[in-house]
């Protein structure tokens, strides 16, 4: 049996196609805000190990502005100046609390601090070194003589836990409490049946409460919402800023630094942390926000030093992320000794301003005055162009020569109806000689049929070639101008005709239009 095989190809044609390779897409990043450069600007510093929930951080009001942290049964005291050189380790250590601190707040001098346990808050007034207000599990808020250790005034209203108040920034008598009753009380020691004297309702369980910097505003937070109340106005809510997705636990006000005309300024801002891990900078004043970041961890509590150097934010894993301002520092000179009873803090000299720093002449410039300042406002000096300064001298020729040189019709036109006012412009070509009377046919061949300046130019032109007619004889070049001249007004003359005859045919129709 004969067997039968396939033939194969006498030969095997093969291509080889070049493949080009794919290339990575670079990242895209969105440029960032100069306020988004000014939250970045803080060098982040991580202090760990504290054990638990940063639950409450607080800055001293005064120099060098050392900021109390709570977690579990301690609160401890860090230096932000420290921070600079990477050293986290707190100054001092409070161990003698029977349970988890949950709030802290140092008094307006910077003296005295103020820490209560889970079953409670605690703060100072702001301009008051006399009392203290608390707030609890029982719904209670307590007004205290902090020198007699006894209870001034019991303020009822509340319905459920009360954990958060602040005072306000323009009157000792008045503060206000945030519950989880959903409510924000504002109260007022003056009054003598101890009820609030004003109430909103946030709609969540209020988590923390901050008076804004002006005293009429308030911020709070809940749920996953900072809300802006307007007290002056019967506690009228402003706005409702819902930019974290999990709830808002504590919000405070920061400022940031602006530059306007080349002298700065501070805004006030607040900043607000959440269980979803973002710190939110919102600008109240304009109603949006200006800047977000992520962190690893949910956020528990954030402060804001009063020199506008240092940020602090506590985390729920025992992690602060202190944030200190690049820079040199710029404090006070001297030693702070003895605060809060615990060791002295040295500070850095201030460095002395010379004559041969580029800062001593720009000292001050971002000042604002006050009230009984009398203010010396110095005039721009306004630069004038070279025409200009010519009309000044009266050198009327010379300021046309100039301006027609330049080709900026606005600005020919301009000096020439200057010229006309004065009884000058045809006194001046006059005096032309034969290149500046050029530039002059050159100008007027361009522009005399437009019909912005054809009112002053075409007149002119009539003027022009009346009186330099005998010149323009006598020059090839100048005849060459009155040729351009001519060839542009007979074309505007055309173009005139053509919409004329337009005008005659649609006239007519718009008539018969109008009858039906």
């Given at each position: 049996?004969?067997?039968?095989?396939?033939?194969?190809?006498?030969?095997?044609?093969?291509?080889?196609?070049?493949?080009?390779?794919?290339?990575?897409?670079?990242?895209?990043?969105?440029?960032?805000?100069?306020?988004?450069?000014?939250?970045?600007?803080?060098?982040?510093?991580?202090?760990?190990?504290?054990?638990?929930?940063?639950?409450?951080?607080?800055?001293?009001?005064?120099?060098?502005?050392?900021?109390?942290?709570?977690?579990?049964?301690?609160?401890s005291l860090f230096s932000p100046l420290s921070l600079s050189d990477g050293d986290v380790s707190p100054s001092s250590t409070i161990s003698s609390f029977s349970d988890v601190v949950s709030s802290i707040s140092f008094r307006n001098d910077g003296l005295l601090l103020a820490a209560s346990d889970l079953s409670g808050l605690i703060q100072y007034p702001v301009l008051d070194k006399l009392h203290l207000l608390s707030g609890g599990d029982d719904a209670v808020v307590k007004f205290w003589d902090v020198a007699g250790e006894s209870v001034v005034l019991d303020l009822m209203g509340h319905k459920d836990y009360v954990r958060c108040s602040d005072c306000s920034p323009v009157s000792p008598d008045l503060f206000v409490t945030g519950s989880y009753d959903h409510t924000v009380k504002v109260w007022d020691v003056r009054v003598e049946n101890s009820r609030s004297v004003l109430e909103v309702n946030h709609g969540k369980p209020v988590e923390d409460v901050i008076y804004l910097p002006s005293g009429g505003l308030i911020a709070t937070a809940g749920g996953n919402s900072v809300k802006i109340w307007d007290l002056i106005g019967g506690g009228r809510m402003v706005y409702s800023m819902e930019s974290h997705n999990k709830t808002v636990t504590s919000i405070c006000v920061g400022r940031v630094r602006k530059e306007n005309d080349g002298a700065e300024s501070m805004e006030d801002r607040i900043l607000s942390v959440g269980l979803d891990g973002y710190m939110k900078v919102f600008d109240f004043g304009n109603m949006k926000v200006t800047h977000s970041m992520r962190f690893p961890a949910p956020l528990m509590s954030v402060s804001f030093s009063p020199d506008c150097r240092t940020r602090v934010i506590g985390t729920s894993n025992g992690i602060i992320f202190a944030g200190r301002r690049k820079g040199k520092e710029n404090v006070e000179s001297g030693r702070?000794?003895?605060?809060?009873?615990?060791?002295?803090?040295?500070?850095?000299?201030?460095?002395?301003?010379?004559?041969?720093?580029?800062?001593?002449?720009?000292?001050?410039?971002?000042?604002?005055?006050?009230?009984?300042?009398?203010?010396?406002?110095?005039?721009?000096?306004?630069?004038?162009?070279?025409?200009?300064?010519?009309?000044?001298?009266?050198?009327?020729?010379?300021?046309?020569?100039?301006?027609?040189?330049?080709?900026?019709?606005?600005?020919?036109?301009?000096?020439?109806?200057?010229?006309?006012?004065?009884?000058?412009?045809?006194?001046?070509?006059?005096?032309?000689?034969?290149?500046?009377?050029?530039?002059?046919?050159?100008?007027?061949?361009?522009?005399?049929?437009?019909?912005r300046y054809s009112s002053l130019l075409m007149g002119l032109t009539k003027k022009v070639i009346e009186m330099r007619v005998e010149d323009i004889r006598n020059s090839d070049a100048l005849k060459g101008h009155i040729r351009n001249l001519k060839r542009s007004i007979e074309e505007e003359l055309r173009i005139q005709h053509s919409l004329q005859e337009i005008q005659g045919i649609i006239s007519p129709l718009l008539r018969i239009a109008g009858r039906r």
């Open positions: 049996m004969a067997e039968i095989r396939a033939e194969e190809p006498a030969s095997t044609i093969s291509k080889t196609f070049l493949i080009k390779p794919k290339l990575k897409s670079k990242p895209r990043s969105l440029p960032q805000t100069p306020e988004s450069k000014y939250w970045s600007s803080f060098k982040s510093t991580k202090i760990p190990n504290l054990v638990s929930s940063i639950s409450s951080l607080s800055f001293s009001p005064s120099p060098p502005h050392l900021f109390a942290a709570a977690y579990s049964a301690s609160v702070v000794g003895n605060v809060l009873g615990f060791e002295s803090i040295s500070e850095p000299e201030r460095r002395v301003l010379r004559p041969t720093y580029f800062r001593y002449f720009h000292r001050g410039q971002s000042e604002k005055p006050t009230e009984g300042d009398y203010l010396v406002m110095r005039n721009k000096k306004i630069k004038l162009a070279e025409h200009d300064k010519l009309l000044k001298k009266f050198r009327h020729k010379d300021a046309l020569v100039s301006v027609l040189s330049r080709k900026n019709r606005e600005n020919v036109v301009a000096v020439m109806e200057e010229l006309v006012a004065r009884k000058k412009l045809l006194k001046c070509v006059s005096n032309l000689d034969s290149d500046e009377l050029g530039l002059l046919l050159t100008f007027l061949s361009k522009n005399a049929t437009m019909p």
